[in-house]
C-alpha cells in the first residue's frame, strides 16, 4: 500500500504556479507525493518540505534532488525553520492538512478504531505533546465536553464526557477498545462509524493543537510568501476549512473585514479560487480518502499588510 496517495495533485501543483526557479514549501511532507511533483518542475529553484512525524522523515531520504531539504518539525514554525535556511521570502506554500493515511493504517499510532487493540496514541509528533490516553484519563469532564462538542461536533458530548469520566474510575483507557466500549453504548443507530470518526477526529485534533498549529501557518504564509506568492490549501472537515476560508477573505480568523479609510480591503491574500474545489468522481473512486476534501488557492497582494494593520 502507498504510504499516501497525494490528493488533487494536478490541482495543487497549477494553483502554486510553479516557476522552475522558484522557492516553494510543503509543509506536510507525509508520503512525498506532494513534494516529489512540484521537484520534476525545479530546474535551480529550491522546496523546503517540513513534518513533524518520524515515519515521513525515514520517507524523505530516498529523496536525492539538489534543491530539497527536509525539514523534522511542526509546519506552525514555518518562518522560524526557513530564516535558518538563510530563506525570508518563496513563491508558494502548499498545505495538504490532516492524517495521512499511513498514520491510520499504522496499528500502533492509535489513528484508528479499527485496530482495537493500538494504544490510544494520536501523537503526529511522538517524543512530544500529550496522548490521547493522557486527555481521557486525566482531563475533567467539563473539558472533555468542550472537546468533543467544538473538535468533533458530537451532539451528545456532555453524555459522553461523564460517561468517560465514570467509567475511568473502574479501569484505565489505555488501548482503543477500552475506549470504544464507552462508544458503542453512545452511539446513534445507523450512525455509528460517524459516530466514532467525530470521537476520534476530537481528540487528535486538541492532541496535536491542529487548528492551534494551522492557524500560526497561515499568519507567518503572509509574513515570508513575495507578492503574487500562492497559498495552496487542502483541507479535510468543516473546522479546519472554516479558518483558510475566513483567513483568506478577511485576514483573521474570527469577526468582520476590516477597511482602511479609503474604503479599501486590508488583508493580505487574494482568493484564486472563488469557491472552494471539491476531487473528482474518478479521483475519489481511485482514492477514497479524497473524499472531503476541500481545496483553496489564495495569492499574496502586494499592498504592506504590516503598516496597516
Same mark, same amino acid.
Given at each position: 500500500?502507498? *504510504? ?6 494536478? /490541482?495543487?501543483?497549477? +494553483?502554486? %504556479? ?5 522557492? *516553494? ?6 508520503? +512525498? ?12 529553484? &529550491? ?12 520517507? $524523505? ?21 526557513? &530564516? ?7 513563491? +508558494? ?7 495521512? =493515511? ?28 500529550? =496522548? %490521547? ?5 486525566? *482531563? ?16 451528545? $458530548? ?9 467509567? &475511568?474510575?473502574?479501569?484505565?483507557? /489505555? ?11 453512545? %452511539? ?37 510568501? @513575495? ?28 469577526? %468582520?473585514?476590516?477597511?482602511?479609510? *479609503?474604503? @479599501? ?25 479524497? &473524499? =472531503? $476534501? ?12 504590516? /503598516?496597516?494593520?
Amino acid at each position: 500500500m502507498d *504510504y499516501h496517495v497525494p490528493v488533487m495533485l494536478a /490541482e495543487s501543483l497549477e +494553483g502554486l %504556479a510553479i516557476r522552475p526557479d522558484g522557492v *516553494y514549501v510543503d509543509v506536510t511532507f507525509g508520503g +512525498g507525493g506532494h513534494s516529489r511533483a512540484i521537484l520534476e518542475k525545479l530546474d535551480g529553484g &529550491r522546496l523546503f518540505s517540513f513534518d513533524q512525524d518520524q515515519d515521513a522523515a525515514k520517507n $524523505a531520504e530516498g529523496i536525492d534532488h539538489p534543491g530539497f531539504t527536509f525539514v523534522p518539525a511542526n509546519f506552525r514554525f514555518l518562518q522560524k525553520y526557513l &530564516r535558518l535556511h538563510g530563506v525570508s521570502k518563496v513563491d +508558494g506554500i502548499l498545505a495538504d492538512i490532516g492524517v495521512s =493515511s499511513h498514520q491510520f493504517d499504522e496499528e500502533s499510532r492509535g489513528f484508528s478504531f479499527r485496530f482495537k487493540e493500538a494504544e490510544l496514541d494520536m501523537r503526529m509528533n511522538q517524543e512530544a505533546g500529550v =496522548s %490521547a490516553k493522557e486527555v481521557l484519563n486525566e *482531563y475533567e469532564e467539563k473539558e472533555l465536553h468542550r472537546i468533543f462538542g467544538i473538535y468533533g461536533e458530537v451532539k451528545n $458530548a456532555k453524555s459522553l464526557a461523564a460517561a468517560i469520566v465514570r467509567e &475511568r474510575s473502574n479501569f484505565a483507557m /489505555e488501548t482503543v477498545e477500552d475506549l470504544m466500549k464507552v462508544l458503542e453504548s453512545l %452511539a446513534p443507530r445507523g450512525k455509528q462509524m460517524k459516530y466514532f470518526a467525530q470521537v476520534f477526529q476530537a481528540l487528535r485534533i486538541v492532541v496535536n493543537d491542529e487548528l492551534g498549529a494551522l492557524e500560526n501557518m497561515l499568519q507567518q504564509s503572509v509574513e515570508v510568501l @513575495n507578492p503574487e506568492g500562492r497559498l495552496v490549501v487542502i483541507s479535510y472537515h468543516s473546522l479546519e476549512d472554516r479558518l483558510v476560508k475566513n483567513f483568506i477573505q478577511k485576514g483573521k480568523f474570527h469577526g %468582520a473585514l476590516e477597511k482602511d479609510f *479609503y474604503g @479599501n480591503p486590508l488583508k493580505p491574500l487574494d482568493p484564486v479560487t472563488r469557491k472552494p474545489l471539491i476531487p473528482t468522481e474518478e479521483e475519489i473512486l481511485r482514492n477514497p480518502r479524497a &473524499r =472531503s $476534501a476541500k481545496f483553496r488557492v489564495a495569492k499574496r497582494n502586494d499592498f504592506v499588510w504590516d /503598516e496597516t494593520k
